[in-house]
Nanobody
Framework: QVQLVESGGGSVQPGGSLRLSCAAS????????MGWFRQAPGKAREAVVC???????SYADSVKGRFDISQDNAKNTLYLQMNSLKAEDTAMYYC???????????????????WGQGTQVTVSS
């Protein structure tokens, strides 16, 4: 079965960096749409950056120029490099995957069938 396991979260000061990893199994990596989402307390889950099966990314406006998505097909791992972190980036971060999300719905959490358990990112001085 499909499994997604996130790691790399933690506490960092504003302006700092973190790299999240999502180890995937149970499907052919690179054939699914995949993405990173986040959810802060009391707020709805929102897309951070998603990538279709062709590897084309779509970024949320709030993270453009600061975050970068990448993948290593040999390791079946998706990454999220987060730079210039802000307090408002504090949230639980989730990795998600889906076999058939159309590109125009990539940033919609409802379109993803598989989810990891999440990793907490806290940005605070």
């Amino acid at each position: 079965q499909v499994q997604l396991v996130e790691s790399g979260g933690g506490s960092v000061q504003p302006g700092g960096s973190l790299r999240l990893s999502c180890a995937a199994s149970g499907f052919t990596f690179g054939t699914y749409s995949m993405g990173w989402f986040r959810q802060a307390p009391g707020k709805a889950r929102e897309a951070v950056v998603c990538m279709d099966s062709d590897g084309t990314p779509s970024y949320a406006d709030s993270v453009k120029g600061r975050f970068d998505i990448s993948q290593d097909n040999a390791k079946n791992t998706l990454y999220l490099q987060m730079n210039s972190l802000k307090a408002e980036d504090t949230a639980m971060y989730y990795c998600a995957a889906d076999p058939s999300t159309p590109w125009w719905k990539l940033l919609l959490p409802s379109q993803y069938k598989y989810w990891g358990q999440g990793t907490q990112v806290t940005v605070s001085s």
